[in-house]
């Protein structure tokens, strides 16, 4: 592929450098700036968690250049090492937005962090977000697998280093060269899809979580290397060996990847409500629904039965050893919900795990896959179903079904 404008790296250069704070639709600058909000608040909720303590005392420890703040702290980094903990702290708590992913806790982290180095405008700042979620969106959308290589392999830190890349390219101005380039370093840096071995050892999620303090330490680099003249590969997002491949998807759909701004992602981007993997979301909405229609107390519950799609089923159906593991216990939450606990870090705290009424409520936690949930769960504009039934030890039965969570922009929330 000799012509450049033929090269996925120059198509998504040319979109990066057409987004204009004039030419965004008022909806798509409302939603970016409740986006940004909403990230500055996680990672100030997990700045005092134990893994965010230890995350700023690993980089605090390297010492250099005061260049940038991390945020809820009066510590300053050299750029690159507190874009990687503003990044890991927008996601500790698993508050962060979600779209197939969690593609804020790769564009804000970045944005802020240059922004205060390069002392950019109020307006060049929401371009670099707008552009890091409508990039990082078209290659999420353009190499996503097939629900069946989806359940054998799959990263979403794969995709959203190109999140990280775009919001940097926009922020220092790359021109179309540059920012090719920029794009073809961050196939580099781009992390192998781990999502298959993240966690749940010995009842444990891994600490790292999806590494998008890594993510956005590498698409930063990237754009820092080709400002300085690095050659990259630019056609690495093209044909049978392209970057699709390397991320370990089996198909590649350059429509998607290459799809113009006639439509805008950023909105289309699901806050959350609860601190919980978005996975669990329906099953709680389902939850609070019959718990809002009733009187039930704890003490009345014989079975709670769940049915949602295999993803929840297989891996989410763990007791929590620690606090950091709560947020991906699906019976755990469910009992923390039906125990009038507050959602959000009320739901972390440590004396939850040895709570024998919490604990012997998540017992009655039964999770069966559901087939219609599971044929949804791996689609590009998805929905997210579970359907509850709680039976009562009198045997009365109360059910309900979400097919659509709340924070879902077809389900919104209130600001």
């Known amino acids: 592929m000799t012509d450049p404008d033929e090269r996925t790296t120059f198509v998504l250069a040319d979109l990066t450098r057409s987004i204009r704070l004039e030419q965004i639709p008022q909806g798509v600058v409302s939603k970016a700036k409740e986006l940004i909000l909403d990230s500055i608040a996680c990672i100030m909720g997990g700045v005092n968690t134990e893994q965010g303590r230890k995350m700023r005392d690993l980089y605090g420890s390297m010492a250099g250049l005061p260049e940038a703040s991390v945020y809820g702290t009066r ?36 944005a802020l962090s240059i922004g205060e180095r390069e002392n950019v405008s109020g ?5 670099s977000v707008v552009a890091g979620y409508e990039i990082g969106i078209r290659v999420s959308n353009g190499i996503k697998p097939t629900p069946e290589r989806t359940k054998q392999v799959r990263g979403i830190n794969t995709w959203q280093i190109f999140c990280a890349a775009a919001t940097a390219v926009k922020l220092y101005g790359l021109d179309r060269d540059l920012a090719a380039h920029a794009y073809g370093h961050a196939a580099l840096h781009a992390p192998v899809p781990t ?7 010995d009842g444990k999620i891994q600490w790292l979580k999806n590494n998008f303090g890594w993510t956005s330490y590498g698409g930063v680099l990237s754009a820092q290397l080709a400002r300085m003249g690095f050659l990259a590969d630019t056609t690495i997002m093209d044909g049978p060996d392209g970057f699709w491949i390397m991320a370990s998807s089996d198909q590649c759909n350059y429509e998607a990847l290459r799809e113009s701004l006639e439509t805008y992602y950023t909105p289309m981007v699901h806050t959350k409500p609860y601190t919980a993997c978005r996975h669990i979301h329906p099953t709680l909405d389902a939850v609070a629904s019959i718990l809002a229609g009733s009187d039930l107390s704890p003490g009345d519950i014989g079975t709670i039965e769940v049915g949602t799609f295999y993803e929840v089923v297989e891996n989410y159906g763990f007791f929590p050893s620690v606090p950091f593991d709560i947020p991906y216990s699906a019976p755990f939450l469910v009992s923390l919900l039906i125990h009038g606990i507050p959602a959000g870090t009320e739901w972390l705290q440590e004396t939850h795990l040895k709570d024998e009424s919490i604990l012997s409520t998540a017992r009655k936690v039964i999770l069966k896959e559901w087939d219609e949930a599971t044929t949804a769960y791996p689609l590009v504009k998805r929905e997210l179903m579970s359907r509850v039934e709680i039976k009562t030890r009198a045997g009365k039965s109360y059910s309900a079904t ?7 922009p077809r389900n919104p929330m209130s600001p």
Do not use: C
């Open 75 to 110: 510590q300053k980094m050299p750029l690159l090492n507190a874009v990687a903990v503003n990044a890991y702290l927008s996601t500790v708590l698993d508050f962060d937005d979600t779209y197939d992913g969690h593609p804020g806790s790769t564009v804000i982290p970045v």
């Open 123 to 127: 307006r060049l700042f929401l371009e």
């Open 195 to 201: 999502l298959r071995k993240w966690g749940f050892i």
């Open 402 to 408: 979400t097919r659509i969570p709340k924070g879902d």
